[in-house]
């Protein structure tokens, strides 16, 4: 269960991301709703820290290792901080 959890968790980040590709800002007081300009926006401010937090580590590095039965238990403090 703590994988479905897992995969669950990413899913919801992952959308999260793609979200705020569409979610309108505030510029100077005005909404800013022009697609383009949003992605701008969001690529500038907040995006590195989103995709770095919703990108799963202990898997990938899991899988890089080749052996699925080996969990890094040093990695599961990612999972704490997306939360």
């Given at each position: 269960t703590?994988?479905?959890?897992?995969?669950?968790?990413?899913c919801i980040f992952c959308c999260d991301v793609l979200l705020n590709f569409c979610t309108a800002a505030i510029v100077d007081g005005k909404y800013v709703t022009d697609m383009?300009?949003?992605?701008?926006?969001?690529?500038k401010s907040w995006f590195a820290i989103d995709v770095a937090g919703s990108f799963p580590f202990d898997r990938?590095?899991?899988a890089a290792m080749g052996d699925g039965n080996n969990r890094i238990s040093g990695l599961g403090f990612v999972r704490v901080i997306k939360i």
């Open positions: 703590d994988y479905v959890w897992d995969i669950m968790l990413d383009r300009r949003i992605a701008k926006l969001y690529v990938a590095v899991t």
